[in-house]
């Protein structure tokens, strides 16, 4: 199984220049994420309902004018279509379960979400987690 194969399509797109109230529009619900675009329209990443809530917590009242720019170098980097799901796995594990965005190329090609991720792994033989160290702790 490849992430070509679990990943949805770009709903929600927003400026890298745009305020974070805009993106936060944008990302209504939960474990929803918009792509940032840059000044050329190249894909810089992606802005989840999580990173908006954190940045709000920690700055009440001036997040919502902040430029989406703020929140882009957070985001980890891409993935390819043609990438195995493990290697989504390997990021969960180093990072947490979030959207992470997937490029072709240059291009912008979906983004892939934990859901569909989790649904597979149920679908999945022991060994396949075993191997990458997400088996059951042995003690």
Known sequence: MRVGDLMSGIESVVSVTAPLRDAAELVHRLDA??????????????ITEAALTDVARSHPGQW?????AALVGSTPGPLSPADPIQDVLARYRRS???????????????????DPVFSWCLTQPSSVFDALGLGRDPR
Do not use: F, N
């Not at 994420?33 to 894909?43: K, N, T």
């Not at 919502?64 to 989406?68: D, H, I, L, Q, T």
């Not at 947490?96 to 983004?111: F, M, S």
């Open 33 to 46: 994420a918009a792509l940032v675009i840059g000044l050329s329209h190249q894909p810089l990443g992606l």
């Open 64 to 68: 919502e004018k902040k430029r989406c």
């Open 96 to 114: 947490g379960a979030q959207p992470l965005l997937v490029l072709d190329g240059d291009q912008t090609a979906g983004i892939i979400y934990p």
